[in-house]
């Protein structure tokens, strides 16, 4: 061979592997980019809500799910509440002046014989540990997933928890992500983050990140918060940062505070090539997300508008959107005096740069549930996976008159009534926020996934068969109850939905 011979097989080679490092870069590229379908959803908040059909109509009929302080906690009431307490002149710093919130009613409740735990492990075990066991199996089973089959798979946990009262205290965030993945036999990474409230939110970014890196193929994120006792109440009603008659106004002349809540929220996450690989439903896609902090800035505890307004542009820009590609935003929005004014300015100094006719429409899920805290955006991603879903952004509650701390002059709306998605010939999209008392900020953006019931059964030709299932008699008559509840509450859904629906569950 030639000189000249060897020079072009030299080329030729080296242009084959030119064009295969091309690709594998491209398809390096396109996996640390992939969009994260959401397979799966289940949620336990106040009102009574237990799944996320519950949460689309409280947020539908406008409910206000704010209630009196439980009575089955040991929680001496008489002697912490005094409405004087308000009034800092009083000075009565181990008082709260107020006791009303959200909460999960049905917390101390556990079928601890189904998931194989012993009564006195049970009454052991911090009921946001038992929740977040709850809310995985149910996460699973409306993926379409036999629990019982998930063991020995690279699934991830992570999840968001900022409360360790229960009993005395226990020092070990790590056993809630750590109690589920050994549970289910789960063999990928199991995480405890705590941001405080945008606990379930870094929990998503770090799910996202995970899954894009091929550290899991499936993975739970979301948060969870019990109040084993008032001392938030107390405390924060020492800064006066509650509202007085439990009213969460987010963005309103007249808020005055926040109201303090418990809930459960979980998401099922993907790789979106993955879900429609193995079939899995696609109920809406994270397109992006980013965290930071606020870092040095006025206050430890005080938002930083900044850091906020840099949070949502990096999320943009790992959607890969401009500002004017996102329809509505589910904000932190806790109906505080400081808080709201400086989000507001920071989600107008972003999403504000739109044509006036396409304005960003803005609301806030805490003024129907008060402020879940560690569960707080997830709920506001599940409220907005349901908006995408159904094409209506319901309405924010106690809303009256926009503050006049915020120029409003920019085209963003707050949602003081419920308002049909906007048609703009292109896939829905929505934002979520989500502020740490920390400092940690967190934003994430999402896109409409598959139509509702795409992929159900065809007309009906006969008897559909409903199969049910309970470990013990009781359970099956639960099941049963619950069955007919749902289809008692839409009387649309046809008997081959349900059933197909039952069967994939």
């Not at 996320?52 to 040991?74: H, N, Q, S």
């Not at 809406?284 to 006025?298: F, I, K, P, W």
């Not at 808080?339 to 304005?359: H, S």
């Amino acid at each position: 061979m030639s000189g000249e011979d060897k020079f072009r097989d030299y080329l030729r080679r080296a242009t084959a592997d030119l064009r295969q490092t091309r690709r594998r870069l491209a398809e390096l590229q396109a996996r640390e980019n992939e969009p994260i379908a959401i397979v799966s959803m289940s949620c336990r908040y106040p009102g009574g809500v237990s799944s996320p059909e519950d949460l689309w109509r409280l947020l539908v009929e406008g409910t206000d799910a704010i209630g009196e302080f439980p009575a089955d906690r040991g929680w001496d009431v008489d002697a912490i509440y005094d409405p004087a307490a308000v009034d800092p002149a009083a000075q009565l710093p181990d008082r709260t002046y107020v006791r009303r919130g959200g909460f999960l009613h049905d917390a101390p409740l556990f079928d601890a014989a189904f998931f194989g735990i012993s009564p006195r492990e049970a009454v052991r075990t911090d009921p946001q540990q038992r929740l977040l066991l709850e809310g995985a199996w149910e996460l699973f089973e409306r993926a379409g997933l036999d629990p019982t089959t998930l063991a020995g798979s690279p699934t991830g946990v992570f999840a968001g928890l900022m409360y360790h009262d229960y009993g005395g205290g226990s020092p070990a965030g790590s056993l809630a992500s750590g109690h589920v993945a050994y549970h289910f036999g789960l063999t990928g990474p199991a995480v405890t983050v705590d941001t405080a409230c945008s606990s379930s939110l870094v929990a998503l970014h770090a799910a996202m990140r995970a899954l894009r890196a091929g550290d899991c193929t499936l993975a739970v994120a979301g948060g969870v918060t019990v109040m084993g006792t008032p001392d938030m109440f107390v405390e924060f009603s020492r800064q006066r940062a509650l509202s007085p008659n439990g009213r969460c106004r987010p963005f309103d002349a007249a808020a005055d505070g926040t109201v303090w809540s418990e809930g459960l929220g979980l998401l099922l996450l993907e790789r979106l090539s993955d879900a429609r690989r193995n079939g899995h439903p696609v109920l809406a896609t994270v397109l992006g997300c980013a965290v930071n902090s606020d870092g040095a800035s006025n206050g430890f505890s005080a938002p930083n508008g900044p850091a906020q307004q840099r949070v949502i542009e990096r999320a943009l820009a790992d959607a890969g959107l401009g500002p004017a590609e996102v329809d509505a935003v589910d904000a932190h929005g806790t109906g505080t005096t400081l808080g709201d004014p400086i989000e507001a300015t920071a989600l107008i100094a972003t999403y504000g740069r739109r044509p006036p006719q396409r304005p960003l429409w803005l609301g806030s899920v805490k003024s129907n549930l008060g402020h879940p805290q560690a569960a707080a955006g997830v709920a506001g991603v599940i409220k907005m996976v349901l908006a995408l879903r159904h094409g209506l952004l319901p309405k924010t509650l106690h809303v009256e008159s926009p503050s006049p701390h915020v120029d409003w002059s920019a085209p963003v709306r707050l949602l003081t009534e419920p308002v049909p998605w906007p048609d703009t010939g292109r896939p829905r999209r929505a934002a979520v926020s989500s502020f740490g008392i920390s400092g940690t900020n967190a934003h994430v953006v999402l896109e409409a996934g598959d139509p509702p019931n795409a992929g159900d059964a065809g007309p009906e030709r006969g008897p559909v068969p409903w199969v049910l299932s309970g470990r013990s008699p009781a359970a099956l008559r639960a099941a049963a109850g619950r069955l007919l509840a749902h289809a008692e509450d839409r009387p649309g859904d046809t008997a081959a939905r349900i059933g197909l629906s039952l069967a994939r569950g």
